[in-house]
């Protein structure tokens, strides 16, 4: 049974009357890759809990209220520089025609998960805040500031000074919420100072001052702003990342806050791994790594998907997109397609195809041609036809172009010269009677495979290899040694081009 479908079946038995998945990030820069692998784990087990037929509803946060605390590094120091500890929701946009930076780089990232067929509700931290949804849990959390030090200290073995309140309040003064420092709670206001030396990544005014916490005028830190969030919005089921998850960590720490302070149960967690690009895990504020936007550039949806759900979420996902890594992803999707065409879902690979699909629609059958053929196909000229007869070819045309220009090995790249190549030279007595041979019987009508098998037996009875017999091909060709299914390369060719390169030798 496929790993979500085995959890959602574990939820059931629960029998909640809603199963509520949730998953956060905060938008404090272009949303990386990896941060998809979240979105996308969430999905599977929304999805595989309503196929079980469990009521349940996904949500999706955008920590908006966080602060700056990096500026990441396409953004202009000189321009971005100054707004560092004010929230992300309070910053100007990078561009036009967004109320804010969080929301330019929010809606970015929402754009690509929801083509990708995940659609869960968005929900803005801020909102929940200055909608006084938050106020309960942050009552609690002041008047239970000394048992969250407690926590911290068993925890994390963090010594927090007896005036640390789990509060931070946007400075009446200057507007920043990263550089303050409550250190009083009287039940109704807090007491606060903005530091100029309380963080390394932002300067405080040193405005001291006395404000009701309740309404947006702050943040809880966002360890304990964690659970009071799963408590706001009701959530049952959220994993993270394995670091988050690790002995000792963030979600400790939330789940502690939650059992302890606001007697709401801890939601069904998952540690998941991480998503690395060429071994690297990235930084989203500080523009380390491939975003989401430019990796969804180059493989449609549901390869994409496709890749993150194939992956068991105890399994870190590597992807190097140089070489043969985007070929075989593309190959094994159709694989699965097969399976689940044949099989149906019952097995993991039709399972798999089918929670790879965008959307409930039936999903298409998969192209019977291999990746690399295609990519081949699309540096033929006569086969441009054959191409845009064919939906399904045409669209994986289109990403076999993206693959041969930014990613292909050089030998898989191949172009037709117009002129004899001086690599001909290397050509023995025996290759150039082949050539000829080939041009001679070029008027009748040939199929493909057919025509590479005679090409073969016309090689053998003249004492070549089969790899002498196709370089010679290719040398008359493409200047170089190795190519494409030799036989779909000249039919793709003007026959009057090739008779005379192959009489020419």
Known sequence: MFWADQIAEKLKER??????????????????????????????????????????????????????DALPATLSAEKFGKYLGFPLNTIPSPKPGFASFAEFYALEFKEVFNKLGAKPEIIWTSHLYKSGKMDQGIKKCLDNASRIRKIYKKIAGADLASDWYPFNVICQNCGKVGT?????????????????????????????????????????????????????????????????????????????????????????????EWFLVGGAKMST??????????????????????????????????????????????????????EFFEKGKEGDFGRIFELSQINSKKPEKPVAVRFCQIAQ?????????????????????????????????????????????????????????????IAN??????????????????????????AQTFQAIYLSLLGKDHGPKAAWLILSLDKEFIKKRFKQQ
């Not at 029998?15 to 272009?30: F, H, N």
């Not at 040193?206 to 360890?223: A, D, M, R, Y």
């Not at 090995?409 to 041979?437: H, I, M, N």
């Not at 025509?451 to 073969?456: A, E, M, S, V």
């Open 15 to 68: 029998k909640l009357p809603l199963e509520r998945v949730d998953d956060m990030k905060t938008p404090s820069g272009k949303i990386h890759v990896g941060a998809l692998r979240g979105v996308i784990i969430h999905d599977l087990i929304f999805r595989a809990l309503v196929d079980a037929g469990v009521k349940a509803k996904y949500t999706y946060v955008f920590d908006d209220h966080d602060p700056m």
């Open 180 to 272: 303050t420092k409550v250190y009083n709670w009287d039940g109704k206001k807090v007491s606060y100072k903005c530091l100029p030396d309380y963080v390394k990544w932002a300067q405080g005014c040193g405005f001291e001052g006395k404000i009701s916490p309740f309404g947006g005028t702050g943040k809880l830190p966002w360890k304990v702003e964690w659970a009071v969030k799963w408590q706001a919005i009701g959530v049952t089921v959220e994993g993270a990342g394995k670091d988050h998850m690790s002995r000792g960590g963030s979600h400790d720490i939330a789940s502690a806050v939650c059992q302890q302070v606001l007697n709401y149960p801890v939601p069904y967690p998952l540690a998941y």
């Open 285 to 338: 504020s500080r523009g380390v790594g491939v975003s989401a936007q430019e990796i969804s550039e180059i493989l449609p949806p549901e390869i994409l998907r496709f890749l993150m759900v194939r992956t068991n979420f105890r399994q870190a996902i590597n992807f190097d997109p140089g070489g043969e890594t985007i070929p075989d992803l593309f190959d094994e999707y159709d694989r699965c397609g097969k």
């Open 377 to 437: 196909w699309v540096q033929m000229p006569n086969m441009r036809q054959k191409i845009e007869k064919d939906p399904l070819l045409a669209k994986r045309a289109k990403y076999g172009k993206i693959w041969l220009e930014r990613f292909a090995p050089d030998e898989e790249k191949f172009e037709v010269k117009e002129e004899l190549p001086r690599a001909v030279g290397k050509l023995t007595p025996s290759q150039r009677q082949l050539l000829v041979k």
């Open 441 to 466: 019987e070029l008027d009748k009508k040939w199929e493909a495979e057919k025509f590479q098998n005679t090409i073969y037996q016309w090689g053998k009875e003249l004492g070549l290899t089969s």
